[in-house]
């Protein structure tokens, strides 16, 4: 609690002190956000605040995919522990497990994987997307499991009434880079369809790296304001090449070199989602019903032995839900109550020349959630909020020895929030909770008991602050988890999946954002971070008190624009990602990994319909790695070297 009290008081000292320097109100209204109620909302009218990032920031920004650009954000880490285009987002301090207490979504329905992968974010046109929005901690209440760090919500453009457009994209460069995108839209006033098209192709930085992949989506809108319909389809594949990690020596010697040459991986899915609306006066009706499948397989040589996976899931998703304005006791309350029904299915089929398994999994998911937004006074507004789910898991080993275990959860999540606004542009707010997590299928595969879900007892003091020119947002937070799911290399022969003794994160976060002048500006955000191992012992090692891998105690981001021509724009972006312990150190006897700074930048020039870019990443040439595990022994370690400099140019050209 010290650490809580200590960090609130520089939050507010420190926001004090901007609204002193405040140049004037804001005059213009934020953005729509939905992530925060499933419905649109002003962020003004709620609690807590969702940070938006508009399709402008988007093409601002020197990166060149969606988990480049979320780093730049307080509290979001992102690390490459596979080699492939969509590396891992860790919200909070979750480490290796990062991605199953993340919450990816697209258009409010979920992408994240029920299994030990990271969700397809590369799959999604980037100029397909029309914002992304940001919730930061506990999104459980109303989407579930998985979201203990918090909720990313990716909302991709559809066609408006009256709008007929289509735009252009390609690109290429370092690596024999290249891209290909096009998004098109004709849409009349109650009819409308947009279709996105994308293709890239790598051979990547690393030997036997080689990535070639396709996506498209079709959104098609019918109706008005007061009621629509709309149908959304989409599909992508990708091949990819798997080059291995590589022993310190080998990072000195040959970082480039592939370790598992003759390793492959492909996938291929599809998505369709059913949607539709009706407003009656101030109240709302939604419901969407969505089906997903995805296979993927992958080659691997494996002790010598060349081994092969087939994995097949299945996925769908009814989420009917209503949104009711009222007044009682005087008081303006909105409350939004819906349903999540959802059904996964899972196939996976391991041929090796030792050893075969096949694997069968479901999990039935049935939720209700409550939110009400309560207007007290003016200035200040209260969130209560509640999910009861019951959770019917089962899995199912064929091969080698059949073995099937089934079990139910009946995790429950709440939520409390208060908000206070104390000056024009000035509010603090609080909100406490309790979050969630089942296993995924793959943590359950092997298990004579299926894993407790893993539960989470969260608290937030935060301070958001806009006036003028400047915004900032500082935050402190803490989370005791209990049961938490993870994968631990000490039992043998091969390690399991357990839950852990009781762990805890907190954490300090600062974003803010400063436009200088209409040509000038710039962001710097910041966050402190420690997640530690409450009590417990692996391996005959106490750990009470240890550092829980992979989580930087410190990471800090910095950049800014600057329109330094009537047409030409210049952006850079800083990061620096402190000491981290390397995974399988829970001991924290080995040596920590290095930190690293990156430097990104792009230069853009518009004129007409034209946008023509140039993005180096990596712009000083910086050796690193953001993903590395000790070995068995604690002799060594192994990693996944990042890339080097790289340069990329594009050109788009936009058809009004």
């Not at 210049?570 to 000491?579: D, I, K, P, Q």
Request: proline share 4%; aromatic share 8%; charged share 20%.
């Amino acid at each position: 609690m010290q650490f809580i009290r200590s960090g609130a008081a520089a939050v507010l000292a420190g926001l004090s002190c901007c609204v002193a320097a405040a140049e004037r109100p804001v005059t213009e209204g934020e953005p729509v956000v939905v992530t925060a109620t499933r419905f649109n909302e002003r962020p003004d009218t709620l609690p807590v605040g969702v940070t938006v990032v508009t399709a402008e920031d988007i093409q601002r920004s020197p990166v060149r995919s969606i988990q480049e650009l979320l780093s730049k954000f307080a509290g979001i880490q992102i690390r490459d522990n596979t080699g492939s285009p969509d590396p891992q987002i860790d919200m909070r301090g979750f480490g290796i497990t990062g991605d199953q207490n993340t919450l990816i979504l697209v258009n409010g329905q979920r992408l994240s994987e029920n299994e030990l992968v990271s969700a397809s974010l590369s799959s999604i046109p980037v100029n397909a997307i029309e914002r992304i929005e940001i919730m930061r901690g506990s999104g459980s209440v109303l989407y579930g499991g998985g979201a203990s760090g918090g909720t990313i919500n990716i909302i991709t453009r559809g066609p408006r009434p009256g709008q007929k457009s289509l735009l252009l994209f390609g690109g290429g460069g370092t690596y024999d880079t290249s891209e290909l995108r096009g998004t098109g839209v004709l849409s009349g006033e109650n009819v409308g369809i947009a279709l996105s098209v994308n293709r890239l192709e790598s051979d990547n930085y690393r030997v036997n790296n080689r990535l070639r992949q396709n996506g498209a989506d079709v959104d098609v809108r019918f109706g008005n304001a007061s009621r629509y319909f709309n149908i959304k389809v989409g599909g992508d594949e990708q091949d990819l090449r798997n080059p291995g990690v590589r022993n310190s020596a080998q990072l000195v010697t040959d970082r480039r070199g592939a370790t598992t040459p003759d390793d492959f991986s492909s996938r291929s899915g599809g998505r369709v989602n059913l949607g539709a609306g009706w407003r009656f006066g101030d109240s709302e009706l939604a419901v969407n019903l969505s089906y997903r499948d995805r296979e993927a397989k992958a080659n691997q040589v494996f002790f010598g032995a060349a081994t092969s996976t087939t994995t097949q899931v299945n996925t769908w998703q009814l989420t009917p839900r209503v949104r009711v304005p009222f007044v009682i006791g005087g008081l303006g309350n909105t409350l939004v109550a819906g349903m999540d029904l959802d059904d996964w299915d899972y196939d996976s089929l391991f041929q090796g020349g030792f050893f075969n398994s096949h694997a069968l999994a479901t999990q039935r998911n049935r939720a209700l959630f409550l939110q009400d937004n309560l207007e007290l006074t003016p200035s200040t507004r209260l969130t209560i909020g509640a999910r009861l789910q019951r959770s019917e898991n089962s899995v199912t080993d064929l091969l080698p020895a059949p073995i099937a275990v089934e079990r139910v959860h009946s995790p429950r999540a709440y939520e409390l929030a208060l908000r206070q606004r104390l000056d024009d542009g000035l509010s603090v707010y609080g909100k406490i909770g309790r979050s969630f997590r089942i296993a995924t299928v793959d943590e359950n595969r092997f298990q004579v008991t299926l894993l407790e879900p893993q539960t989470s007892n969260d608290m937030e003091l935060g301070s958001e602050f806009a006036s003028g020119r400047l915004r900032l947002r500082a935050a402190v937070f803490q989370m005791r988890l209990r049961n938490e799911i993870y994968f631990s290399p000490l039992f043998p022969p091969f390690g399991a999946n357990i839950n852990l003794s009781p762990t805890q994160r907190r954490g300090f976060e600062l974003d803010t954002h400063w436009t200088i002048s209409d040509a000038l500006g710039a962001f710097a955000n910041l966050a402190l971070t420690s997640a530690e191992f409450r009590s417990g012992v692996y391996g005959g090692v106490n750990v009470s008190g240890n550092e829980v891998p992979l989580v930087p105690a410190r990471t800090l981001s910095a950049g800014g624009s600057w329109h330094f021509a009537r047409r030409a724009d210049l952006s850079l972006f800083a990061r620096y990602v402190g000491t981290q312990r390397f995974d399988n150190d829970q001991a924290n006897t080995f040596m920590p990994m290095p930190t690293y700074t990156t430097v990104n930048a792009r230069l853009t020039w518009q004129s007409g319909g034209w946008l023509l870019a140039a993005t180096v990443l990596n712009l000083t040439d910086k050796k690193y790695f953001s993903y590395g595990i000790r070995n068995g022994t604690g002799t060594d370690f192994n990693a996944y070297p990042a890339p080097e400099r790289a340069i990329f140019v594009s050109a788009q050209h936009s058809f009004q």
